[in-house]
């Protein structure tokens, strides 16, 4: 027999958790449902500043059911396929969940195994590849920074959109700094490999990125893929987006950012546009061609970038349609691309880039962010997780 709810919320991340808390508060927790598997709740920004050596990988976690909002009921399942026509989401051990509206909030899969050699080797003592993304693996970049002593590093980044689009680079800040403390940067090189055609994806925030990078003697190419890693070999494998050509070079050190997607469930269902992302209209958050579905946040196809503040601008609108819908009450609710990319380019410092749809710069405070400062560091190591835990997931903010 199927087991009904009114709303009905895939995926207990930031997003999901968001907007639960935010329509409690409006409704009730008693009509929500999420859909999670996981006991753990991490909050992944920090994880540059783990894989920096700042915080432990511990400090990012907290208990999943201590995060529930009040009189949610918690599925700890995983959903394997939705119907949107019969309203219907089938997983993995609960049986078939029937919804009269639907959140999507799963969040990416990472990858690996798009990349030969990288899911065998990431994190693995001896062999140099490092990833900050995932909680099992952030901790090796530490320890293959600390340890250093001097050769090639490469970052990389890959082509697909990628949860927190700075993130690649931002561990190079952290590294080069690093080096120079203990003592090997001048018999190091760092190199920013980054399959995009463009630095970082506001033009705004360019010229500081690439002025940073230069005076500090870093390097950076465009449009090079990382296709295959050689572990026994400590080589790297890249591949010209445009022209097809490949590289190899050789790495002492390479933290890699590993191709993302949603997870397969939806990449290949019914929800997704031709690439495999929840397609929503951009502004209304709104499915396309099923009205009583919503998506937010990373698996959906708003093209901005992958950040838990777009998230937080995000949930409200999901929100304030979803329940407008329901009421049979004209939906005003519209997201504008707002995303914010702290950008940490050393301890104590980061240029704190905001911009929305148009890339355009929306900024927050009174002052040029595209200055390193300290103030913008502070904000994201020591407030934002504090405004995170405590504000945004409690759907006060």
Known sequence: MDTHYDILILGGGTGGLTVAAQLADRIGGKHIAIVEPSTRHYYQPLWTLVGGGIFTREESGRDEADLMPDDVTWIQDAATSVDPEARRVATAASGTLTYDYLVVATGVVLQWSKIPGLAESVGKPGTGVVSNYSYDTVASTWEA????????????????????????????????????????????????????????TAPHYIPTLDRIIKSRGMEYQLGEELVAIRPEAHEAVFRNVKAGTEQVMRYDMVHVTPPMAPPDFLRTGPLANADGWVEVDKFSLQHVRHPQVFALGDCSSLPTSKTGAAIRKQAPVVVENLLALRAGQPMTGSYDGYTSCPVVTGRGKLVMAEFNYAKEPIETFPADQRRERFSMYALKAYMLPRLYWHGMLKGRV
């Open 145 to 200: 920074i600390r340890s250093f002593r001097g050769g090639t590093a490469l970052f990389t980044e890959p082509i697909t959109p990628v949860k927190c689009g700075g993130a690649p680079q931002k561990i190079m800040y952290l590294a080069e700094e690093a080096f120079q403390a203990s003592g090997v940067r001048d018999n190091s090189r760092l190199v920013f490999m980054n399959a995009k055609p463009v630095l970082f």
